[in-house]
């Protein structure tokens, strides 16, 4: 595969009446990709899908939100998909057992999130991400953070806080958007970042992603979500990771051949895909 998107979510509901055909048309386009779990019944539907099919691989976790009930969203739940939004109190010895899945290439997605920040559930996303780092620590594979700041609150610095005296293992921010600062003290601790379409219309990321490394920067989607131009107002699905490696480049001032080269192998060390 050429391309790698490290974040999606093709396990979600949105997928449901053509799933096959979104996998298929990725691997056409040498498009590999990771489908991410937020809470036990999408985690156990991306490990059935990495089993299924040689370009895919599994990350599963307890994404903040869904530690308390107040989210849910139908492009991820649906109608009939059997997947419930039910406040999930997280059950380490359940997320355990798919953590120690060849095909599960990394824990999350898990973190802060303080833009969804409901009474009591700061304490709540805190002792879940806990575990998921504990849990990252044990089978030493990455992790995929979700951090979000809220209003009041910089979620990226209070979970740099607990990451750095906690976890042992690389982690990747997904969907970075935080600012240089922010940047400068994950990159201290060996971590990477990832973006998605929202930088091929966005300008306010232009900045730290010249800014960064090129060998800490990965690619992602985020589908079904943030579709990058020229799909702006369609689902998104994979097979779109291709236009956010070109707009790297492009925000970088680099060869595209280069960037793609760069971006798969920082996958491949990020991830250790020689180990799956």
Known sequence: MKYIDIHGHINFAAYDADREDVIKRAKDADVAMVAVGTQLDTSKKALGLAHKHDNVYAIVGLHPVHTCKSHHDDQEF?????????????????YMKLAKDPKVIALGECGLDYFHLDEGS????????????????EV???LMLHIRNGKDRNAYREAY???????????????????????????????????????????????VIQYLPLNRIMSETDCPYVSPV??????????????????????????EDVVTKQV?????????????
């Open 78 to 94: 649906g109608v009939d998909s059997g997947f419930t939004e039910h406040g999930e109190a997280i059950d380490r010895d359940a």
């Open 122 to 137: 700061r304490e709540k996303q805190i002792k879940a991400f806990e575990i998921m780092i504990d849990i990252a620590n």
């Open 140 to 142: 030493k594979k990455p």
């Open 161 to 207: 806080e607990i990451l750095k005296s906690r976890s042992k293992v690389l982690c990747d921010l997904h969907f970075f958007a935080g600012n240089i600062e922010d940047a400068k003290l994950f990159l201290d601790l060996g971590y990477y970042f990832s973006f998605t379409g929202v930088i091929t219309f966005a300008r306010n990321y232009d900045e």
């Open 230 to 255: 020229p799909f702006r107002g369609k689902r998104n699905e994979p097979v779109n990771v291709i236009e956010v490696v070109k707009t790297l480049a492009r925000i970088r001032g680099e060869s």
């Open 264 to 276: 798969m192998d920082n996958a491949k060390k990020f991830f250790d895909f020689g180990q799956v």
